[in-house]
């Protein structure tokens, strides 16, 4: 019995029968995610340990691109980060999106959160980058 088992199952895997769905893709626009930590050392929870929680993306496109109103949001859109109106990333350069609480630069930016971790540790959890009019331009997952 597990004999016959064993040569059907290799005739399905031989013929090709044995199909594996694709994996949900997002088409890879110029300005995604390159990196993030969604682990801090220590407990996410507490502001101390905040900005160890963070996501990056990049501008691979040649010029300049306009990112305000673009928003980062977590697997469940409980947590939802909008940039300014005023920011914008140069070809080549990244910005930072942490957690936590700081004082926003070009390459850093702060959610500003004093309690409470954006990313789950455990289970399914993605970094999700939405332009103005809400369309998926990248997702990241730790």
């Known amino acids: 019995m597990l004999g016959r ?61 306009r990112i305000g109103g673009w928003k980062i949001h977590d697997y469940r859109k409980y947590h939802v980060y909008r940039f300014k109106s005023a920011v914008k990333i140069r070809p080549g350069r990244t910005i930072t999106l942490c957690s936590g609480r700081g004082r926003d630069t070009a390459a850093k930016k702060y959610w500003g959160r004093s309690y409470g971790a954006v990313w789950n540790n455990t289970g399914t959890e993605y970094a999700y980058l939405r332009n103005r009019s809400g369309k998926l331009l990248s997702r990241w997952t730790d």
């Open 5 to 65: 088992f064993v040569v059907a199952l290799s005739l399905v895997m031989v013929l090709g029968l044995f199909v594996v769905p694709p994996a949900p893709t997002v088409a890879a626009g110029c300005v995604r995610f390159v990196a993030g930590n969604f682990n801090a050392p220590g407990n996410d929870n507490y502001a101390r340990y905040l900005n160890g929680e963070w996501v990056r993306i990049k501008n691979f496109c040649g010029k300049t691109k």
